[in-house]
């Protein structure tokens, strides 16, 4: 018999020779590599043919056994078809040897000599041992030789289509792992005399099947990892391998994130299989006996953990539930993976884990309340520290709600968590937040439209129903009864059971609500249909249903206000995700979900490409039917509703859409019809809406209007324009919009009636006051866009308005020229028709001056073709060489360019001229500027008609644009309107006009840049609104320079206005991309100035926190560092000590900023005394040690020691001087009394023979120190006195109020100032009086110490 198979530690330990031998060697290895192909073939040949041909057992033999330990040896130098024989087979008699267990258990049976069957036993135990080792050996030497040939990039190419080619590997790999798994699952207790199998045989096995896990390639092929998990399963749960397992998994779970869902996979099946979740329980205690702080370290070993504990209970979610127990600590701890993980962990739980309803009563109770407790726990985790946590969890119950695992109780509180949400700093959450909601209202149980009007009416009826059914019961009880019972079902959580009725009575009662107009005949119907639903219990769970509906609708319609703020979020997904509920809201009908939805038009204009998208998918869905009527409709309206900004947001939509074939032709069709009233029922107001959306159209396409240019004058300008004073401003657009074409056929059929109808427009008084202006500025610009002379029509235009407005005054007041009969006179007739006079003419003006630049273009653009044409005849092969000599010697010339001058002073002389001629002579517009100019400088007829100055002011404005002499020659009016004008209007329009002015003329503005910038301090919230605007816009697009005055935008962010205060938050935060961050080089120069004015503390403090929050190069923070510190020296103020100091601990500290923050410790030095400021250092010295590493800690250290030793010493000389300056006043109080002595001229002597109690205190030895002190101070200086006068900064709060008051003006006559600390509050009574009283004490001082020196010498004597 053959001794036993022992397995090696290593494959080359077979070949040495054990010591008692008594185990199976190899004694007579083959070295295959020496031999040659041929002889190596016929070598495999043979062994194949022993294997096959003879007894399984014969891999006992020595010569089998010592011939197969050769091949296997080195197996990865056989050929192809050698491997492939000796693996099929080995495997083929593995394979025949399983099914012989089963046939020896049977003849165990049957045997009564036991001898023989322990041989075969023997023999049986010892092949598997055998096969099952090189098996496994063979895979593992395959395995590394395939990885070793893939890590070589370039022979790995080759190897391996070799290795494809003839040695199909992986379904090798897969047969032999699968049998192996096989000879596991197979009674092995007879073989191996127990149940537990030997450890030798058994850890090899499982050693090397979870080496193989460790490879990724393997876990792709499905039939070798399906064999590895059976292998695992089988040995850890069948045999009783746990530890060893459970070791080996938490392993490959910490270093191989490929390998989670795997192993998962494993652990579940052997649950599965053997109905035993043994492995699971160990892993699941394991890791929940594990610290939570090692997770905080190793990260990616939490986040694998993580992954598999979700894995696993999606997989086993009963083995959890009841072992989740020892996990729940974790949420303690500080790892947000971990907690994640858990938070999935629970939400897996929640759906799968408590959904069998077999068990009694109690069972089922429990399960209750572990699913109320884990869902009570996720509600809390919605608050959890770490954003990535909070957004988890918002995750987690947007899956449940997928799942309809939350119950209606619970319904309405995650919705209240989660609309709270909304409004949190992080942007995952928010995100998180916004899908949640969305999948609540997918998935609601209350029905497709939650108007809160329905749910009430619904409600109502059943209320009243319910009162029916108990006559009895009072009202109030009544109302009440419902709410309790709904509460009962949030706590108990069994309202799932009665979710399908209430959901579907929910929707049949407030569905006809929502869908059919006539709420009357559906409020019969539910009277009667009312008592079908069953008794008294059910029509209360129904109330509570609808309760929780209208109590979800409301919660929604609520959260309005918020979307529309995330809708202007810098985050692109929260616009996105916003814009996706506003969508959803507005499908099921929440209410003010249309409103916000009109509000995202503007949001096209973004940047981002991904939000406009968003826009056009949501404007697409919401607006564009498949029916064109109803998209017509819906478009017209929408363009009636939309303002200013909307309307240009919709007119870029609409082209795009045009331009993509999404507003079809018959689209087109049917806003003809509504425009032309050819559909029953068309308002004026949506003629005009339907042409507005035409003539946006009309920029993709401008033959869109062409074909009914007839339409336009007649409807447009006819009759229904009177009715729809608007609809003759959008014909003029509509004449705008005309192609070039168009325009021709326009002029030639219908051209002097157009020019009339417009004429009538300016000059007539049948418009609204608030809709003239508007209409007539179109009306012009259709003038000077289609006319052929339009300053020919214009000026008649011109002299028509001012007709209406003068003849007039000839007819009332001819002769009378006084200021009290102009008052009168514009009271009673002419204030209105001035104010329009006046804007036509400007406007006229500005027209003229856009029209003459157009000429001028079109000039040069048919300069540059007639010249390129010219170019391109002359420039054949003959001419070529003359042609280039000509434009050299023309360049030389320079006539070239004397031809673009001479039309650039043409262009000049013709916009001068619109004002002022070239020769000094008045033009018609001239005339009327030197009136407007004249007419604005009289403020005594103006202030009496604030919307005379506003028309008067914005006419200036525009002819100020204009001509440049005279906008400087009104500059100053300008000025003197914009900042005393008691309208806000005419301020607030004048202040825009200044930025324009400013694009205008630069120069001429340049001195006035104060001025400016003054207006951000004005009173009025629109004026300063258009300030931060213009400045804004002037200052980043470098049309004016960022001067010493930016302290006043910076203030602005601190505005109490939230539009004013966002706005100036966006000029910095573009202001800092510009460049190299301009807000870098004017943080220190912003510091100072806000340092000098009255500014809060708390809004210094927000202002500097968000000015270097837009700070983010380190090199920058380390230069501020340095700039921050050298200020210091430069200021002697307390306050401004300690916002220097403040704004230091807001930087970003590196390595390099904290050496530089040392370095400069003595220009700070003498600012340490101030308990503020050395806070502040000490936040800075915080932050440091956080990053430092051990060499930088030490200086941290070191510094901080340095920094705590300056300050106390400074503390204490500042301590010291206040008591010498206290003893000095004290002297003072005692000079008091001898003053009065001399003042009676008594003789010295005298004075000695009375000694009294002054007497003593007078000749004091502590008075004499004093009076020396006193006197050294005043006459010699000495440094001891010099100090403590220099660390006199601050008043000693604990000292008596009499002490503290006299000691100001004692430091005052130190010649020091008395700098305070922002907490400490000193009278301006005190300062003024001690300020005066200085100059008397110190010629005082000098008389008193005389005085002393002769009573001292008087008594002695």
């Known amino acids: 018999m053959a001794p036993p198979f022992v397995f090696p530690q290593i494959l080359r330990a077979l070949e040495e020779d054990p010591e008692d031998n008594h185990r199976l060697f190899a004694q007579n290895p083959v070295d295959v590599t020496s031999l040659r192909p041929s002889d190596l073939e016929e070598f495999v040949k043979g062994v194949s043919f022993d294997l096959s041909d003879r007894e399984l057992f014969c891999i006992e033999d020595q010569d089998v056994f010592d011939r197969v330990y050769s091949l296997v040896r080195d197996f990865y130098t056989l050929p192809p078809s050698c491997k492939c024989n000796l693996v099929e087979s080995l495997r083929s008699n593995l394979s025949v040897l399983l099914p012989n267990v089963d046939s020896i258990s049977r003849s165990v049976q049957d045997q009564e000599d036991e001898v023989p069957i322990i041989d075969r036993i023997t023999s049986h135990r010892n092949a598997l041992k055998i096969y099952t080792f090189f098996l496994i050996t063979i895979i593992m030497t395959e395995e590394a030789h395939v990885s070793s040939v893939e890590s070589t990039k370039v022979a790995a190419r080759g190897r391996k289509k070799q290795v494809v080619q003839s040695w199909n590997w992986e379904p090798q790999r897969g047969r032999m792992l699968n049998l192996i798994a096989n000879s596991l699952e197979i009674n092995l207790s007879l073989l191996f005399g127990s149940s537990e199998l030997d450890e030798n045989y058994l850890s090899f096995i499982v050693k090397n099947s979870f080496s193989l896990f460790e490879n990724a390639a393997i876990l792709k092929d499905p039939e070798a990892k399906d064999a ?26 910490h270093k191989y994130d490929f390998a989670v869902v795997h192993v998962a996979d494993a652990v579940a099946r052997a649950e599965s299989k053997y109905s035993d979740g043994t492995l699971a329980v160990t892993i699941i205690r394991d890791i929940g006996r594990t610290d939570p702080k090692a997770y905080v370290k190793d990260t990616v070993g939490a986040d694998n953990v993580g992954r598999f504990l979700v894995e696993l209970a999606d997989r086993l979610p009963k083995v959890m539930s009841t072992n989740v127990g020892v996990l729940v600590p974790h949420f303690g701890g500080e790892s947000y993976k971990i907690r994640n993980a858990l938070v999935g962990v629970l939400g897996k739980l929640v759906a799968k884990a408590f959904n069998d309803a077999e068990g009694d009563v109690s069972s089922k109770s429990l399960r209750l309340r572990t699913k109320q407790a884990m869902l009570e726990i996720l509600l809390e985790r919605c608050r959890d520290v770490s954003a990535y946590t909070r957004s988890r969890v918002l995750q987690v119950w ?109 929707h049949q009662d407030s569905l006809p609500d929502s869908c059919q107009p006539k709420n009357g005949e559906e409020i019969t119907e539910k009277d009667v249909s009312v008592p079908d639903i069953g008794n008294i219990e059910q029509t209360k769970a129904l109330i509570a249903s609808l309760e929780a ?165 007649d409807i447009g300008f006819g009759r229904w324009a009177k009715v729809e004073p608007l609809l003759a401003r959008t014909a003029c657009t509509a004449i705008q919009r005309l ?80 200021d009290d009969s102009i008052v009168d006179f514009l009271t009673t007739v002419q204030v209105a ?55 050299s010697i023309n360049a030389e010339l320079g006539l070239a360019a004397s031809d673009d001058a001479l039309l650039d002073t043409l262009a000049e002389r013709a916009e001068r001229e619109i004002v002022s001629g070239g020769s000094g002579e008045k033009n018609l517009i001239g005339d009327c500027a030197t009136f407007l100019s004249k ?34 020659s009104n500059l100053q009016l300008l000025f003197t309107v914009v900042e005393n004008a008691p309208s806000e209007v005419v301020r607030s329009n ?61 203030i602005c962010i601190e505005d109490d206005v939230e539009r004013i205060s966002s706005l100036a938050k966006l000029f910095f935060h573009e202001l800092s991309k510009k460049g190299s961050n301009p807000i870098y080089n004017l943080l220190p120069d912003i510091l100072g100035q806000l340092s000098n004015r009255n500014l809060k503390r708390e809004s210094f403090c927000n202002v500097m926190q968000f ?156 008075m004499e120190e004093a009076g020396d002190s006193l006197k050294a101070s005043d006459s010699e200086e000495e440094p001891a006195m010099e100090e403590a006068g220099d660390s006199l900064k601050a008043s000693d709060s604990e000292e008596e109020p009499s002490d503290s008051e006299e000691e100001e003006p004692d430091s005052e006559q130190s010649g020091t100032t008395s700098p305070h600390s922002l907490n400490q509050n000193t009278s301006g009574g005190e300062e003024s009086e001690s300020e005066s009283s200085n100059v008397k004490r110190g010629n005082r001082t000098e008389t008193s110490s005389k005085l002393r020196r002769s009573l001292r010498s008087a008594s002695r004597t």
């Not at 202006?773 to 006319?787: C, E, F, L, P, V």
């Not at 630049?853 to 092969?877: F, G, L």
């Not at 200036?956 to 002499?965: G, T, V």
């Not at 980043?1036 to 001067?1043: E, Y």
């Open 935 to 968: 007419l604005c400088r009289n403020f005594s007829v103006l202030q009496k008609h604030p919307e005379l100055q506003a028309s008067a002011m914005l006419a200036l404005c525009r002819c100020m644009i204009i001509d440049a002499s005279f906008c400087e």
């Open 549 to 713: 509906g209208l109590s979800f609708s409301k919660c929604m319609s609520a959260s309005m206000p918020i979307l529309v703020q995330l809708m202007a979020s810098s985050s692109a997904s929260d616009v996105e995700n916003a814009i996706l509920l506003l969508m959803r809201c507005k499908q099921f009908q929440i209410d003010g979900a249309e409103a916000c939805l009109r509000k995202i038009l503007p949001l096209a204009f973004s940047q981002d490409k991904s939000i406009y998208e968003a826009v056009e998918n949501a404007f697409v869905s919401i607006y564009i039917k498949k029916n064109p009527v109803e998209t017509a409709r819906q478009l017209l309206n929408l363009a009636i509703d939309s303002n200013i900004g909307d309307q240009a947001a919709l007119e870029f939509i609409v082209n795009a859409l045009v331009s993509k074939g999404e507003i079809s032709s018959s689209t087109t069709s049917a806003l003809w019809d509504f425009f032309c009233f050819n559909i029953n029922g068309t308002t004026a107001e949506q003629s005009r809406g339907a042409l507005s959306i035409l003539c946006m159209a009309a920029k993709s396409s401008s033959r869109i209007l062409g074909s009914h240019i007839q339409d336009i004058i």
């Open 833 to 887: 028709k001035l104010s329009r006079f006046l804007f036509v003419v400007s406007h006229i003006a500005m027209n003229q001056l856009v029209y003459i630049e157009s000429c001028t273009q079109k000039i040069r653009r048919q300069k540059t073709k007639t010249d390129k044409a010219a170019a391109e005849s002359q420039n054949t092969e003959e001419n070529l060489g003359a042609t280039q000599e000509n434009n």
């Open 398 to 506: 947007a899956e449940l709600c997928e799942e309809h695992s939350v119950s209606i109780g619970l319904w309405n509180e995650v919705a209240s968590i989660s609309a709270g949400r909304l409004e949190d700093k992080s942007a995952i959450v928010r995100k998180s937040a916004l899908n949640l909601l969305i999948t609540m209202l997918q998935h609601n149980p209350f029905g497709p439209q939650l108007r809160i009007a329905s749910f009430e009416a619904t409600l109502e009826q059943y209320k009243k129903k319910l009162n029916e059914l108990e006559p009895n019961r009072p009202t109030e009880d009544s109302s009440k009864e419902p709410t309790s019972d709904g509460d009962s079902c949030i706590g108990d959580g069994e309202i799932d059971d009665l979710q399908p009725e209430v959901a579907n009575n929910t």
């Open 228 to 253: 590895l998990c059976r292998i695992i399963g089988a040995s850890a749960t069948k045999y009783r391998y746990i530890v060893q397992s459970c070791a080996s998994v938490m392993h490959l779970i």
């Open 1107 to 1262: 000015l270097i929050g837009s700070i983010k190069k380190d090199k920058q923070m380390e230069a501020l560092v340095e700039k921050l510190c050298n200020r210091f020296s430069g200021v002697t103020e307390t306050k401004q000590w300690e916002y220097i100091s403040y704004s230091l601990s807001l930087l970003t500290f590196t390595e390099k900023g904290i050496k530089k923050l040392i370095e400069s410790f003595k220009s700070y030095e003498h600012a340490l005394a101030e308990d503020l400021v050395t806070e502040n250092f000490r936040s800075i010295i915080n932050k440091g040690k956080k990053f430092a590493k051990p060499e930088l800690k030490a200086c941290i250290e070191e510094f901080e020691e340095k920094l705590n030793k300056f300050h106390l010493e400074k503390k204490e000389q500042e301590e010291t001087a206040r008591n010498a300056q206290v003893h000095v006043e004290k002297t003072k109080n005692m000079e008091s009394l001898v003053v009065p002595s001399k003042v009676k001229e008594e003789p010295v002597e005298e004075y000695d023979e009375g000694e009294g109690a002054s007497d003593s205190e007078i000749v004091d030895p502590a």
């Open 739 to 818: 192609s070039e074409e168009d325009r021709k056929k326009l002029l030639l059929s219908s051209g002097s009636r157009l020019f009339g109808i417009l004429e009538s427009l300016i000059t007539g008084n049948w418009l609204p006051e608030n809709i003239y202006y508007t209409t007539a500025d179109k009306a012009i610009s259709a003038i000077y866009m289609i006319h052929p002379t339009p300053e020919t029509l214009a000026a008649t235009i011109i002299k028509k308005s001012l007709s209406t407005v003068f003849d007039v005054v000839g007819q009332d007041q001819p002769q009378d020229d006084t």
């Open 990 to 1050: 004048c202040t825009l006009s200044l930025g324009d002015l400013a694009v205008r003329f630069p120069n001429l503005l340049e001195p006035w840049t104060e001025n400016m910038y003054a207006r951000l301090r004005d009173t009025s919230v629109s004026v300063r609104k258009n300030a931060v605007l213009v400045l804004s816009h002037l200052i980043l697009n470098d049309m004016m320079k960022v001067k010493g005055h930016i302290n006043e935008m910076a």
